[in-house]
């Protein structure tokens, strides 16, 4: 069974930076495309950031040169590191295996709030 647990989330002012954390078990991590996804309030979840299994990234225009995704999979783990956080980066963020973001097995979250 595909388990995703998201942490790091926090309050931070704009400006800001946090780093989030995903571990992930119950497939081979190394094998597959990583990828952060957030959803605010009354919106849709949208794709922030990949990796692919070689390192390849690509980002999401709101964030693109602030955020970083990376990955370790002797760890199994997927990082965001967020800098000059803004308050429309405010979302519950989510770890996800793939791109399209269709599947049943989100994990928790982790809430990231950017206020002054």
């Known amino acids: 069974q595909v388990q995703l647990v998201e942490s790091g989330g926090g309050l931070v002012q704009p400006g800001g930076s946090l780093r989030l954390s995903c571990a992930a078990s119950g497939f081979t991590f190394r094998s597959y495309v990583m990828s952060w996804f957030r959803q605010a309030p009354g919106k849709e979840r949208e794709l922030v950031a990949a990796?692919?299994?070689?390192?390849?990234?690509n980002y999401s225009n709101y964030v693109k040169g602030r955020f970083t995704i990376s990955r370790e999979n002797a760890k199994n783990t997927v990082a965001l590191q967020m800098n000059a956080l803004k308050p429309e980066d405010t979302a519950v963020y989510y770890c996800?295996?793939?791109?399209?973001?269709?599947?049943?097995?989100w994990g928790q979250g982790t809430q990231v709030t950017v206020s002054s």
């Open positions: 990796i692919w299994p070689g390192g390849r990234t």
């Open positions: 996800n295996r793939g791109v399209a973001g269709t599947h049943d097995y």
